[in-house]
């Protein structure tokens, strides 16, 4: 008795490259540009080097912030509806804000927001920042 599996769906997932994974890599090395992963409660999970080094903070000290703490006030309402917005609708959005360092100097960013899909609905959303 000979037993058949089509194992096509598994090499194509093994063999072919991530063209996501390489993208958030060159993103990295380009230096100029820094990503937030924000969780369903819109706190930083993670951060990366750009993003700490723009905010004079580091990991530990943004890990748990509610990224609404990070934009001056006048600036709130709008960044926080915008974030709702992607997350209610999926819909990713470009942005313009500031952010306030720990030095309380006001930096100008744009970037875009995207939700964070998962298998079992929205595990939050990732910004990308740059200087404006």
Do not use: M
């Not at 993208?23 to 930083?44: D, E, F, P, Y």
């Not at 720990?102 to 899909?117: K, T, W």
């Amino acid at each position: 008795t000979l037993l058949f599996h089509d194992i096509t769906e598994d090499v194509n997932a093994n063999r072919l490259a991530d063209p996501k994974a390489a993208t958030v890599a060159a993103l990295a090395a380009c230096g100029q540009v820094g990503t937030l992963k924000l969780n369903v409660r819109r706190q930083i999970e993670a951060v990366d080097d750009w993003f700490q080094a723009l905010l004079g903070l580091s990991t530990a000290r943004l890990t748990g912030v509610d990224v609404d703490d990070l934009v001056p006030r006048g600036e709130r309402v709008a960044f926080s509806s915008q974030l709702d917005a992607v997350i209610t609708s999926r819909v990713p959005s470009a942005f313009d804000t500031s952010f306030l360092t720990n030095s309380g100097e006001i930096v100008p960013v744009r970037g875009g927001i995207a939700e964070l899909s998962g298998a079992y609905g929205s595990e939050g959303a990732i910004i990308v920042a740059a200087r404006a």
